[in-house]
């Protein structure tokens, strides 16, 4: 969460306010140059829209933007410290009420996990060919560092499973985006990480360099299964 005065792209403090820029459309996100108010258009467009919309204040009953709901129900939205503290001793029984109820959610959702980790193990009963959701754009330069950017990247994909993501993240790159760019892969069950790194491996038809510490014994696995794979 960002602090009292931050400028929303680079952290930096922006004082005195008069230093500070607001987003002319929420006025609510601040920046401490033009610099960084440009930098940040696509990546804001989103935040936008939601700091944009106008909510009642709980506490003093104003319509207002840039309103922050209570932090343990997220039901009730304060357009400041002080209007929270008044309103709280009427809100104190509904939020608890909330809280409760999330918190009997959570135990449940998981008892559930667990049940189904002790049945699954290792993970090799619910294995996809080809994943069970929609892949998406790790990088996404538009909404992140800005079209612009031409520096190299390194991207860590933890649990990676299937390559969809990682092939679909290449191909939304602009074509103006020459640097080096780098994924690295990891997977708690070696067979699915032999097949994305050689499924992988064929679509770029050799020109994809992966290296594979094999020191450990999930990275042996991985190798070996490989080799059985292309053998």
Known sequence: MLKKDQCWRCDTI???????????????????????????????QVDCQTAAL????????KEKTGVKPCGS???????????????????KASCQAISTKTE???????????????????????????????????????LNEGVQYNKPLSILACGVGDPRNVILSLSQLPDSYKEELTFVLNDICPCVMART????????????????????YKNRSVMRTCKLMLS
Not at 19 to 28: L, T
Request: some cysteine.
């Open 14 to 44: 922006c004082s005195p306010p008069p230093s500070q820029i607001a987003c002319s459309r929420c006025e609510v996100a601040l920046y401490c140059s033009d610099v960084c108010k440009d930098n940040d258009e696509f990546r804001h």
């Open 54 to 61: 106008k909510r009642i204040c709980a506490g003093c009953g």
């Open 73 to 91: 129900c997220r039901q009730e939205w304060y357009c400041g410290k002080e209007c929270q503290t008044n309103s709280w001793p009427a809100h």
């Open 104 to 142: 009997q959610l959570s135990r449940k959702l998981k008892s559930a996990y667990d049940a189904t980790k002790s049945v699954s193990g290792s993970g090799l009963a619910t294995v996809y060919y080809w994943g069970n959701t929609p892949a998406v754009d790790l990088i996404n330069l538009p």
């Open 197 to 216: 790194v050689l499924l992988l491996y064929m679509l770029l038809k050799g020109k994809l360099y992966v290296r594979i510490n094999g020191n450990n």
